[in-house]
């Protein structure tokens, strides 16, 4: 009896640990930040008449960086260097080029297979007579899916979606963020207008955009930066949240079952006077 529980101690013991571990490294996972930066530029310092200097994709320059418990786990990507993505866990490069390059299968010999049965296809009348029937089961189906976009548990299901998928967003996108450079545009009629744009989002964009205008030429001169953070556990939080609303459920079961099989109208009436008859 005492060696049996002597056993069943040590085992428990190494059930806890392990427990504690699973814990640690779960919190880990949803707690600990993934940060990214990322910079580029898009040289075009000089003024040219036409709306793209030559060689554009030989101007464009980018990196971005991906991090994970203090560069523990990490990953960059660079163009136009080769390889495109390069990824380390500790000091450990991982092939990621390998793993996305498509490996070529042989194609498998093609069995000789004896003629196959054409079906009739149909003429021009046929398919006319049909066009009729198709529009109404399409406006069918239509009717079907604005009826249940415009009952009350959808709209409250719409709006929660809007509200999580907004709250993700703002806690994935970059923090700190910079656009600077020169933009014409050929003229101050499109020069303008962009400048107008860029008022419409001054807002948010206060402070993060430096662009001087050019109002005679074509100029692209743009260079930016940022970077951000993203916390699992943000993700995880709205999704469950999404996945406990009883009437966001309703709807995609609603969404998903579609309308129940409509009758065409010509088999409608062939029934109706069979009926009769």
Same mark, same amino acid.
């Given at each position: 009896?005492?060696?049996?529980?002597?056993?069943?101690?040590?085992?428990?013991?190494?059930?806890?640990?392990?427990?504690?571990?699973?814990?640690?490294?779960?919190?880990?996972?949803?707690?600990?930040?993934?940060?990214?930066?990322?910079?580029?530029?898009?040289?075009?310092?000089?003024?040219?008449?036409?709306?793209?200097?030559?060689?554009?994709?030989?101007?464009?320059?980018?990196?971005?960086?991906?991090?994970?418990?203090?560069?523990?786990?990490?990953?960059? =990507?660079?163009?136009?260097?080769?390889?495109?993505?390069?990824?380390?866990?500790?000091?450990?490069?991982?092939?990621?080029?390998?793993?996305?390059?498509?490996?070529?299968?042989?194609?498998?010999?093609?069995?000789?297979?004896?003629?196959?049965?054409?079906?009739?296809?149909?003429?021009?009348?046929?398919?006319?007579?049909?066009?009729?029937?198709?529009?109404?089961?399409?406006?069918?189906?239509?009717?079907?899916?604005?009826?249940?976009?415009?009952?009350?548990?959808?709209?409250? =299901?719409?709006?929660?979606?809007?509200?999580?998928?907004?709250?993700?967003?703002?806690?994935?996108?970059?923090?700190?963020?910079?656009?600077?450079?020169?933009?014409?545009?050929?003229?101050?009629?499109?020069?303008?207008?962009?400048?107008?744009?860029?008022?419409?989002?001054?807002?948010?964009?206060?402070?993060?955009?430096?662009?001087?205008?050019?109002?005679?030429?074509?100029?692209?001169?743009?260079?930016?930066?940022?970077?951000?953070?993203?916390?699992?556990?943000?993700?995880?939080? =709205?999704?469950?949240?999404?996945?406990?609303?009883?009437?966001?459920?309703?709807?995609?079961?609603?969404?998903?079952?579609?309308?129940?099989?409509?009758?065409?109208?010509?088999?409608?009436?062939?029934?109706?006077? =069979?009926?009769?008859?």
């Amino acid at each position: 009896m005492k060696i049996l529980l002597t056993i069943l101690a040590i085992f428990g013991r190494i059930l806890l640990v392990l427990l504690i571990l699973i814990l640690l490294i779960l919190l880990i996972v949803l707690f600990v930040p993934i940060r990214y930066s990322f910079q580029g530029r898009f040289e075009d310092p000089e003024v040219h008449e036409k709306a793209l200097p030559p060689e554009p994709l030989s101007r464009l320059f980018g990196e971005a960086d991906v991090s994970w418990i203090l560069k523990a786990v990490r990953a960059r =990507a660079a163009y136009p260097e080769k390889p495109l993505i390069r990824a380390h866990v500790l000091f450990f490069e991982i092939p990621i080029e390998k793993f996305l390059q498509k490996e070529e299968k042989e194609e498998p010999e093609k069995k000789e297979e004896g003629p196959k049965e054409e079906r009739p296809k149909k003429t021009i009348g046929q398919i006319l007579e049909e066009l009729p029937d198709k529009i109404d089961g399409l406006l069918y189906k239509k009717d079907y899916y604005l009826a249940v976009l415009s009952t009350n548990y959808a709209a409250d =299901a719409l709006g929660k979606l809007r509200k999580e998928l907004l709250s993700v967003l703002a806690s994935v996108l970059p923090r700190e963020w910079a656009l600077a450079g020169t933009v014409g545009l050929g003229g101050p009629v499109g020069t303008a207008k962009l400048l107008e744009v860029i008022g419409y989002t001054w807002p948010v964009t206060a402070g993060h955009i430096n662009i001087t205008p050019d109002f005679e030429h074509y100029i692209f001169d743009l260079q930016c930066a940022g970077r951000g953070r993203i916390r699992i556990i943000t993700i995880v939080i =709205a999704g469950l949240r999404l996945l406990l609303n009883k009437n966001l459920r309703h709807l995609i079961k609603m969404l998903r079952r579609g309308p129940k099989k409509r009758v065409p109208a010509g088999a409608a009436e062939a029934e109706k006077s =069979a009926g009769a008859a």
